[in-house]
């Protein structure tokens, strides 16, 4: 109709305006919807009170808005958890969908429960919240397959029994790459877990072995090609085991379930109806859980909103690719994005200066978050020589600021080595010197708060933050997302940890030793206290 209104000489002012809007037919539906949203937010009451708070202007647009694809960019401490609430709210109250036509996914089994109960508690709604693969367990069962599920540490367990029994067979190959040193051999075995759980995250052929050896004879030297090949054919005969034992028990591991229930689904072209798809923390989607959700989505029809933050992509070591974020609308005709840019829960300079930082990887969305708490210099750097006392001494002066303490570290035994006599320990939480404070690695703290922070091992050196230890050569092989600038997923890791904090967040740091980060992060002078003890 364009085309044919187009040629014709002479035109009436409706022709001429439609061509006009035409041609400008994205700032047209734009402005279309802006206008749409504004009028239906003045008269949604609905909007006023989830879970007792108002949603802001644009929470309530990602509520309201209703495409086919659409990306929502949710800033540390933006409410994300309530904006999927209020969504879901929307949906059965003025859409009328039913709650049990509405697929949700989280990453973690706690933020699935705790959004269930919520859901439960201030609406009385039963909603199916899913992690990944306990969606696709529920559609491997929907399809009456038998199958046990293999043990969390069944792959170590098999690389163990295969260097007790197998390691005379391979001799060769095992003494090229670790001379028989057994801290050498630990680390081996931890790269060849990863380059498993790797391989099937991406759904690889077996052929791709095949193509791995031929990239890695020319890419490197005859020392090089030696090491490598001799890694490589470990991994592989590891694999055919791994494999082997796993059909023998009749078991899948969780890549398995992954693959296997996106299988079912093109074969059957079965599963539930929904009508609606919202997704939690999209940023740490690996491609073969993007593959499962598209084919639920061809049969289904469903409309899918997915939420999350680059910022916080920190999950590239079990799969999880980036681009699938950054390229939403490549992956998703007509797609749209929105960005949540209130934030609720750090103050002002905080966020400044964590984004600043952050944004030194320009291959990540631009974000300018906004917070109306205000704290005078809220980053506080501690430098020390002596960091066993002057940890006590920060945690006696967090205890009189607030009894929430939390702790973060690179790694799991950080802890310890800040730790002096007798303390308690229960879980996450210790009591030492007769203070109570929660330790976690950054890792596990994404998606939690607390009143204060203090980050630890955020020094040079090789197990701190940033780690310098190096990725194995081989491993870059089978994640297809790379590194575009220096240390990235370890900067996107001490923003994770900078906005956990509702106040003050302090960095203790060594003298010597100290880390690029934290040279870095001390030039905000404006934003940032320095303190020498």
Known sequence: MYKKIKKQKEKTNIEKKFLKDYKHVDKFLSIHNNNFIKKEREKEVILNNINGYPLDEHQSKVVLSNEEATLVVAGAGSGKSLTIIGKIVYLINRKNIYPKDILVISFTNDATINLKKSLKKNYNFDIEIFTFHKLALRIIKDHKKEFIIAPDNYLEETIDTFFLCYSEKFQKEITILIEKNRKELSHIKRVIA??????????????????????IKRTWNREEYKKNKSLLLLIINIYLLYEDNLKKEQALDFDDMINKATTLLKETKETHPWKYIIIDEYQDTSLTKFYMIEEIRKITKAKLLVVGDDFQSIYRFTGCNLNIFLNFQKYFKNAIIFQIINTYRSPQELIYVAGSFVMKNKCQQKKNLISKKHLEKPIKIIYTNKKKKEFLNLLK?????????????RNNKDIYAYLEGDFKEEKQYFCYKNIQFRYLTIHKAKGLESENVLIINVQDKMTGLPTKMKREKILKYINEEKEVYPYEEERRLLYVALT?????CYILSPYKEESCFTKEIKKYKKYVEIKKR
Not at 194 to 215: G, V
Not at 397 to 409: A, C, N, P
Not at 500 to 504: A, E, L, S
Request: net charge positive; aromatic share 16%.
């Open 194 to 215: 990863t380059f498993i759980h790797l391989f099937k995250a991406n759904n690889y052929e077996i052929s791709y072995f095949q193509t791995i050896l031929k990239k």
């Open 397 to 409: 002066e967090l205890r009189t600021l607030s009894k929430d303490i939390l702790v973060l570290g």
């Open 500 to 504: 956990r904090t509702k106040n003050y």
